[in-house]
């Protein structure tokens, strides 16, 4: 009987989301609404998720490329606030999308707020208890990414000015210089926060998450931009609250 359900499920699911769809369940006539109730969900769901890309586009466009992604790629997870993590990819290979070479940069920005947003809680590092620490012991310490924290460098394009514009429905009147820039998002307390990274800081965070010392970590920025100020660029992200300390039973990565 399990057996016999199973196979019924897949087989209705299935054919939700296959528009080719002949079987039994297919032709039934009642069967539409089922199929568009489930795509109108799909879509309104991946619309809510990747509002910038929504203010990009247009509603229609969006609703358009969103329904195809859909069908190739039907929810495997019954929150749909996470659903779409491979949207940013399909919009990267997308041919009607290939005037916009911006979007898949954009929507990936979309939903690493998705992720910075359901991300567990933690303190973030207390940057007065830092301010205590001699240099020698400042240069030991082990810092972490907060869990809440998520950052990217887009290598070609000014993918975190268009998608901070839009993700705040603003109107600029700035012209965006056209190279490459990074993201850093972050949630120390309730709300999601975002700014502007430069390699440097990306550098510093992803020798923080390979479990570095804050000395390692300072120089891995600086292998990346000598000229970096280091103890500007620690003031950033603490005040970004990007940092947690980690533990004191952890260890570190050999």
């Known amino acids: 009987m399990n057996g016999a359900l199973a196979g019924f499920q897949s087989r209705f699911a299935n054919a939700l989301?296959?528009?080719d769809a002949t079987c039994e369940l297919a032709v039934q006539p009642a069967f539409a609404v089922y199929r568009n109730t489930v795509m109108s969900g799909c879509v309104d769901a991946l619309q809510?998720?990747?509002p910038s890309?929504?203010?990009l586009v247009g509603v229609e466009w969006f609703r358009a490329?969103?329904?195809t992604f859909a069908r190739a790629q039907p929810p495997d997870d019954g929150r749909l606030l996470m659903y779409g993590s491979a949207f940013a990819d399909f919009l990267a290979g997308f041919e009607p999308a290939r005037d916009f070479p911006?979007?898949?940069g954009v929507a990936r920005l979309d939903w690493l707020w998705i992720e910075a947003h359901t991300a567990a809680d933690a303190v973030a590092v207390d940057a007065a208890w830092l301010a205590t620490l001699s240099p020698d012991?400042?240069?030991c310490v082990c810092l972490r990414p907060h869990p809440a924290a998520r950052w990217r460098v887009f290598d070609d394009l000014p993918i975190y000015s268009i998608w901070a514009t839009n993700r705040a429905g603003i109107d600029s009147t700035q012209e965006i210089v056209w190279r490459g820039e990074g993201a850093l998002l972050t949630r120390p307390v309730d709300a999601v926060t975002w700014q502007a990274l430069e390699r440097s800081g990306a550098a510093f965070l992803d020798a923080c998450a390979q479990g570095c010392l804050l000395a390692e970590a300072a120089g891995a920025a600086l292998d990346v931009d000598a000229s970096v100020d280091i103890a500007a660029l620690l003031a950033h992200l603490l005040s970004s609250g990007a940092l947690t300390a980690a533990h004191p039973n952890e260890t570190r990565p050999t």
């Open 53 to 55: 890309v929504v203010r």
């Open 65 to 67: 490329a969103a329904a």
């Open 48 to 50: 809510a998720n990747f």
């Open 102 to 104: 911006y979007l898949g």
């Open 137 to 139: 012991e400042l240069g």
């Open 17 to 19: 989301f296959d528009l």
